[in-house]
């Protein structure tokens, strides 16, 4: 790789919260400057997004990363400025890095896209017609003009070459991992379950809540489902469900919380409770199993590649096989944590030190190409 090399990091669409997007974006380029020390990173995002990248938890002030911050703050403004004005401002790049699942359609530079999942494709009900055309789209054109692509988990990887079969030849799985690092220290009490996720509908949040509510009605066990995520979308009937499921005084709603108050969650849940319908990869898996909080999870999509044999796993629509698990947690907490060690060990399958490695590997095979 040519040395003073210049690559141009499109992240626009990053949510004001990050999500699990941005805390990708985040470690790259943590690492990669340290990876090559010529490289030279320009980070294109929009106002929101810059803000809260650079007053993150254990930041060094991204040190040699140039913040392009865009006043585009609605979804349509964010694409408009992305796919109209970024190829423009590419003068000078040897790299355009587009993360969020589309690149432009036509790039002055060779260009790497990051495609995070198809869930447009396969829960198409969690997206308004306009952005499943969009992303479908988008998709498409960006397997003729992205001389890589990195999905971030094999599932993802074939669900994307079911769709778009010409990314055959140019697909790199990279994996993601927990932004924790592994802590082995037992908590002195664990009590209550844990929701980890942006509440929109596919994180089924409303399955959790019914799976608590029958546990508690069956048990007598009285427990607290604690969650965390930031508001989404669709769910506008969540507080009417909760007051029919009888759970009002059993949920409580920490919004988004700090890394640090939400290691903590993790060392204090009885369980991570992950019944979402389909993830591109699914990181608070590893978030939790980092901290030794057992997780209970749906068996579909990457879930099971990226927990391995550190969670227990009910079948997506099984609402008695949920509730059996939770109860195993509650009424044989010992056992139910045995997987507890094979959580750290699933942990150290991924890292991201290595993720940051391979994604360089991918931009001088793009340069190359």
């Not at 340290?34 to 490289?39: A, F, K, Q, T, Y």
């Not at 929101?48 to 609605?74: F, Q």
């Not at 919004?255 to 903590?264: A, K, M, P, T, V």
């Amino acid at each position: 790789m040519k040395p003073n090399l210049r690559i141009a990091i499109n992240a626009m669409t990053l949510p004001g919260n990050l999500a699990g997007t941005g805390f990708y974006v985040r470690e790259l380029l943590e690492r990669l400057p340290s990876l090559e020390p010529g490289v030279r990173l320009t980070l294109f995002t929009n106002r929101a997004a810059a803000d809260k990248l650079s007053n993150l938890e254990g930041m060094s002030g991204l040190k040699g990363v140039d913040i392009r911050a865009v006043s585009a703050s609605s979804i349509p403004a964010k694409i408009l400025w992305t796919q109209g004005i970024l190829p423009f401002r590419l003068k000078g790049f040897d790299l355009l890095h587009s993360i969020g699942n589309v690149g432009l359609p036509y790039c002055p530079v060779p260009q790497v896209v990051t495609i995070l999942d198809l869930c447009q494709r396969m829960v198409p009900e969690r997206f308004s017609l306009l952005k499943r055309w969009y992303l479908n789209a988008g998709q498409t054109w960006s397997a003729r003009s992205a001389a890589r692509a990195i999905v971030i988990s094999e599932s993802t990887r074939r669900d994307l070459l079911r769709f778009h079969p010409r990314y055959a030849a140019k697909t790199v799985t990279i994996p993601c991992a927990s932004k924790f690092p592994i802590n082995q220290a037992e908590s002195s009490r664990r009590d209550g379950f844990l929701f980890v996720g942006t509440l929109e509908p596919g994180k089924r949040l409303e399955f959790a809540l019914e799976a608590l509510a029958r546990l508690n009605r069956e048990t007598g066990a009285g427990k607290i489902l604690s969650v965390v995520g930031a508001r989404g979308w669709k769910l506008t009937g969540l507080p009417r469900l909760i007051e029919k499921l009888g759970v009002v005084a059993h949920v409580e709603f920490l919004g988004y919380l700090s890394e640090e108050e939400l290691r903590g969650r993790y060392l204090r849940a009885e369980c991570l409770i992950f019944p979402s319908v389909y993830e591109g990869f699914g990181l608070p898996i590893l978030e939790a199993q980092s901290q030794g909080c057992p997780v209970v999870s749906a068996d579909n999509s990457s879930l099971r590649e990226v927990g391995g044999e550190g969670s227990r796993y009910f079948a997506t629509r099984d609402l008695e096989g949920l509730v059996g698990l939770l109860s195993e947690a509650v009424t044989d907490p010992a056992r139910f944590r045995e997987i507890r060690e094979a959580g750290f060990a699933n942990c150290k399958r991924f890292d991201w030190q290595r993720t940051a490695e391979a994604t360089l590997q991918a931009y001088r095979d793009a340069i190359k190409t």
